[in-house]
């Protein structure tokens, strides 16, 4: 099975889990069980699976084969190359190609004048009209070669526009660009292209991210802060023929270890493997040359030897081209291929899987519940009810006075609740202070007044610094406040399962420990982007400032949205099952008492009042066994393979 058939069966394990919630949803309205923390928790799930995507980003110093590799493995049924590929830069700006079937297809092309606003690309994502929208004619490869390669296009500027620009100027060409006699240099014609095409991997939800060289990278911050992080594998392209150069160990540590915080889902590839068929080596000789590369490149890269790849993109691509099988396994490519997949779609599903096994069945626990408390109260009811038989109406009496105790005992409780609820509001408040968007907009702006108002380099350094701490010193408070919030509402859950017989059970824990993570990676990116002393010392004040809040800060504050977003699903997922239960216990204590009442009053016969509440009985347990059937649909569904072993010739 090849990687179309594997992503093609990631996408219908998806479609299956999306037709279930969906399953889901329409029972909940049918049986009139719906409520609005289950509505919005069924949307959240539908959105998280329709919105899916996997992101494989490609990153190499210039000429090492990156973009003849993408075509390789991507491409190879279209019959020639359809990114560009020659030696020296073709990928002058981070490229995306994916598929949106709500745009047309084409290449859209930021220009590189964007950079001078404080505005960053995905902000200008929004924009459409900052963007220049050229047409891609699927029908002529030649067509679409040629619209493909505006990519690559760039221009010519002065020095200081370049630096204006974001781009450092080095005479020695080392660090920087470097100007010409005429004190010209070449930068990209784009900021960042997004190609939108109707490719059948990428229909699947397949993004690739073809990034360019060390120089462009580090004009464009946020490639390593946002788009490679977020890319759930890394192909890092070397050449079989020089190995792990400095550059290249530089672009390793600086960008791609920094953006993931570790070696999760990061491959290196050695490619021009086809260097070494030079007639000369026998195979044996070759053979030993690959391994004592491959151990050189692992022991560089600390990375498992099973983790470096040589491959031969471009005979890898030649080989598709003329359906060349042995060519093909020659090339090596396959089994880069099938180290992907294995490697993207298993981790992909756990953690899709497992976002929605956690909200999922936790909605279907708490319906569960609400049921077993209904069915409580109705065999209690029953079992009243049937005590009633041949009783006197002194004895009806009795049962009347002792259910008006009961719901005046819980109305009393009830004022705990709502006492509870006014302290969970009060502290939900206190947490939001600490953790909200508010607050975190206050501390940019004080940041931002600090570093204009900055006359050394020093100074610039501890207004980052400071800001970074404080966003650190938010997220411990506000873990201090989650912390207080669980134990109130731990010993409201208990007060309730204790004096009015509801099954509570533990409400769920809630940790800010893995977002204080992801804060402490980017701190570490910005350290290696921009807190240098050679950084602080060769970019101007405006520039700097300008380059911090236009990407450390953007990316910090999506960060603190996804916690904002996270802490307020925790705090509904908290209440409501308390909330749920209360309001039915309430429910149930309401109906019994109408129900004595018209007993009482003649108004119903025992008989038919026993009657109903049997149906009643017998419906929960029709709603019990398919709420299960449902669960253990979720179950299959949730649990059915989506990888299958990859045929090597594929």
């Keep these: 099975m090849g990687m179309q058939e594997e992503l093609s069966a990631y996408g219908a394990w998806r479609t299956r889990v999306e037709q279930t919630i969906v399953r889901i949803r329409g029972w909940f309205f049918e049986s009139n069980l719906t409520d609005t923390h289950n509505d919005a928790c069924i949307e959240q799930l539908l959105l998280k699976l329709r919105d899916d995507r996997l992101v494989v980003a490609f990153v190499a110093e210039f000429s090492r084969g990156k973009s003849e590799l993408i075509n390789a493995i991507f491409f190879g049924d279209q019959g020639a190359r359809v990114l560009p590929s020659s030696s020296g830069r073709t990928t002058m700006c981070p490229t995306e190609l994916m598929y949106d079937e709500d745009r047309p297809a084409c290449v859209d092309l930021l220009p590189i004048e964007t950079r001078r606003t404080p505005t960053t690309v995905t902000e200008l994502k929004g924009q459409p009209a900052a963007w220049r929208r050229i047409a891609l004619d699927m029908s002529s490869t030649a067509s679409m070669q040629q619209s493909l390669a505006r990519v690559g296009e760039q221009r010519r500027v002065a020095m200081g526009e370049a630096e204006l620009l974001g781009f450092r100027i080095d005479m020695t060409g080392e660090s920087g660009l470097q100007p010409d006699a005429q004190g010209m240099v070449n930068v990209p014609a784009w900021r960042h292209a997004v190609i939108n095409m109707p490719h059948p991997l990428l229909r699947q939800g397949l993004v690739i991210l073809d990034t360019p060289g060390l120089n462009a990278i580090g004009a464009e911050p946020e490639l390593t802060l946002s788009l490679l992080p977020s890319a759930h594998a890394v192909l890092f392209v070397l050449g079989m023929d020089t190995g ?16 993931g915080g570790s070696r999760q889902g990061r491959i290196a590839v050695l490619n021009k493997m086809d260097s070494l068929w030079d007639g000369l080596r026998t195979d044996a000789q070759i053979e030993t040359e690959i391994a004592s590369q491959i151990g050189s490149c692992a022991a560089t890269l600390d990375l498992p030897a099973e983790r470096v790849f040589p491959v031969s993109a471009q005979k890898g691509l030649l080989a598709r081209i003329q359906h060349d099988s042995q060519l093909l396994a020659r090339s090596r490519l396959p089994q880069l291929e099938r180290a992907l ?24 626990a708490r319906t569960r519940e609400m049921l077993t408390a209904r069915k409580r109260a109705v065999i209690d009811q029953l079992s009243e009810f049937s005590d009633l038989r041949g009783k006197n109406r002194g004895v009806i009496q009795y049962m009347l006075r002792r259910v008006r105790t009961e719901k005046e005992d819980f109305e009393r409780g009830l004022e705990r609740f709502y006492a509870t609820r006014n302290v969970f509001a009060s502290q939900t408040n206190t947490l939001f202070a600490h953790l909200g968007m508010d607050a975190l907009r206050t501390r940019t702006l004080h940041t931002r007044d600090l570093m204009e108002s900055a006359n050394f380099s020093l100074q610039l350094r501890d207004a980052m610094n400071a800001y970074f701490n404080d966003v650190r010193d938010s997220l411990q408070k506000s873990s201090t406040s989650v912390d207080e919030i669980f134990s109130m509402m731990e010993a409201m859950y208990r007060r309730f399962s204790t004096e009015h017989d509801l099954r509570l059970g533990v409400p769920v824990p809630f940790s800010v ?14 350290h290696q982007q921009f807190n240098t002393w050679l950084n602080l010392l060769t970019t101007e004040k405006r520039q700097l400032t300008q380059r911090f809040f236009e990407t450390v800060a953007v990316q910090v504050r999506k960060h603190m949205e996804v916690v904002n977003r996270d802490v307020e699903h925790w705090l509904r997922a908290i209440m409501a099952p308390l909330e749920n239960q209360v309001r039915e216990h309430q429910k149930q204590l309401k109906s019994r008492l109408e129900s004595v009442k018209r007993i009482h009053e003649a108004t119903d016969t025992l008989e038919e009042r026993i009657e109903d509440l049997r149906q009643n009985g017998a419906l929960i347990d029709q709603q019990v066994e398919e709420l299960e059937r449902l669960k253990s649909a979720l179950d299959a569904a949730l649990e059915a393979p989506v990888l299958q072993r990859v045929d090597a010739a594929a």
């Design 244 to 259: 792990v150069t400095q550059s290249d160990l530089a672009v390793w540590r600086t960008h791609v270890t920094a953006a």
């Design 341 to 364: 997949v294995e490697d993207l779609l298993p981790a992909k599903r756990d953690i899709v899987g497992a976002a929605v096994e956690q909200d999922a069945l936790g909605m279907l």
């Design 513 to 526: 420990h893995r977002y204080e993570k992801d804060i402490t990676r980017l701190e570490k990116a910005f």
